[in-house]
Nanobody, 117 residues
Framework: EVKLVESGGGSVQPGGSLRLSCTAS????????MGWVRQAPGKGLEWVAN????????YYADSVKDRFVIFRDNIGNTVSLQMSSLNPEDTAVYYC??????????WGQGTQVTVSS
């Protein structure tokens, strides 16, 4: 069964850091574009960051640029999101997303990130 399992969420004070990880099973992320999407309370889905397998490029939403870093470990079949300088507006459920072979789309179950003093 194809799975994306996120981990690393939790509560942190403003200005703090967290690292989210997403481990894939039953497919190789080396053949997938991987990304993170979040949903804040009462709001819609917001794209956060992507990393592409074919060129290694990464892209970020303006709201997280220069604070978040997405990186992949193809051997470990894991993609991570290093989040720094967190603020309350980053509070959301974070979902890992994969687009495998440019046609199959997979989602993780989500992990909660809460930024509060």
């Amino acid at each position: 069964e194809v799975k994306l399992v996120e981990s690393g969420g939790g509560s942190v004070q403003p200005g703090g850091s967290l690292r989210l990880s997403c481990t894939a099973s039953e497919f190789a992320i080396s053949s997938a574009a991987m990304g993170w999407v979040r949903q804040a309370p009462g709001k819609g889905l917001e794209w956060v960051a992507n990393t592409y397998n074919y060129n290694g490029n990464t892209y970020y939403a303006d709201s997280v640029k220069d604070r978040f870093v997405i990186f992949r470990d193809n051997i470990g079949n894991t993609v991570s999101l290093q989040m720094s300088s967190l603020n309350p507006e980053d509070t959301a459920v974070y979902y890992c997303n994969a687009r495998y072979l440019a046609q199959y789309e997979y989602w993780g179950q989500g992990t909660q990130v809460t930024v509060s003093s």
